[in-house]
């Protein structure tokens, strides 16, 4: 059974920077495309970052330039590299990890809150 845990989510100003961590447990073998999703209250999900099983990597307009995924396939860990944070960016952020195009999981969540 495959878990995704994530940490390192927290409090910061703005302007800030947060670096997520989301570590899976169990088998993953296969093509694995990885993502990170955020929700803020009253509001649906929102795709944030996308890391292909090439490694390439995507994002929406929204954290361009200010957020970086990547993965270490040795610890079966990805992060989130978020800089420039705006209070806009508060929301809880989950992994997403889609394994082989069938199998599909989630992590529990990490809060972000950006506020002076």
């Known amino acids: 059974q495959v878990q995704l845990v994530e940490s390192g989510g927290g409090l910061v100003q703005p302007g800030g920077s947060l670096r997520l961590s989301c570590a899976a447990s169990g088998s993953i073998s296969g093509i694995n495309v990885w993502s990170w999703y955020r929700q803020a209250p009253g509001k649906p999900r929102e795709w944030v970052a996308r890391?292909?099983?090439?490694?390439?990597?995507n994002y929406p307009a929204s954290v361009m330039g200010r957020f970086t995924a990547s993965r270490d396939n040795a610890k079966n860990t990805v992060y989130l590299q978020m800089n420039g944070l705006k209070p806009e960016d508060t929301a809880v952020y989950y992994c997403?990890?889609?394994?082989?195009?069938?199998?599909?999981?989630w992590g529990q969540g990490t809060q972000v809150t950006v506020s002076s």
């Open positions: 997403n990890l889609v394994r082989s195009g069938v199998h599909t999981y």
């Open positions: 890391i292909s099983a090439a490694g390439d990597t």
